[in-house]
Nanobody, 125 residues
Framework: QVQLVESGGGLVEAGGSLRLSCAAS????????MGWFRQAPGKEREFVAA????????YYAESVKGRFTISRDNAKNTVYLQMNSLKPEDTAVYYC??????????????????WGQGTQVTVSS
């Protein structure tokens, strides 16, 4: 498995932006589809965004489409989530995850087998 560490979370006002990073170690993520999930207090973890192993394809939850952008830099073994126009309902712990190869693009939680520890994002109204 690959080790993942998220960073970039914090407190931001509604309408603001944050950029999350997910640094991988232990092995290259160049063959892994990657994704971001989030879990709000009292709710189940939900899918946010996914990117194919080569970066050519992305997929977003409807709730974040047009506001969030997932990207990756395989040379840096890092995945990013740019979050714009943040809303209070985006408040959650955000998790980065790596899917089992050779999955091209993964949107379901069971398709992922490596997870980071999460980073807190809080959006104030």
């Amino acid at each position: 498995q690959v080790q993942l560490v998220e960073s970039g979370g914090g407190l931001v006002e509604a309408g603001g932006s944050l950029r999350l990073s997910c640094a991988a170690s232990g092995r290259s993520i160049s063959s892994h589809a990657m994704g971001w999930f989030r879990q709000a207090p009292g709710k189940e973890r939900e899918f946010v965004a996914a990117i194919s192993w080569n970066g050519d394809s992305t997929y977003y939850a409807e709730s974040v489409k047009g506001r969030f952008t997932i990207s990756r830099d395989n040379a840096k073994n890092t995945v990013y989530l740019q979050m714009n126009s943040l809303k209070p309902e985006d408040t959650a712990v955000y998790y980065c995850a790596a899917a089992r190869p050779p999955k091209f693009l993964a949107t379901r939680e069971y398709e992922y087998d490596s997870w980071g520890q999460g980073t807190q994002v809080t959006v104030s109204s």
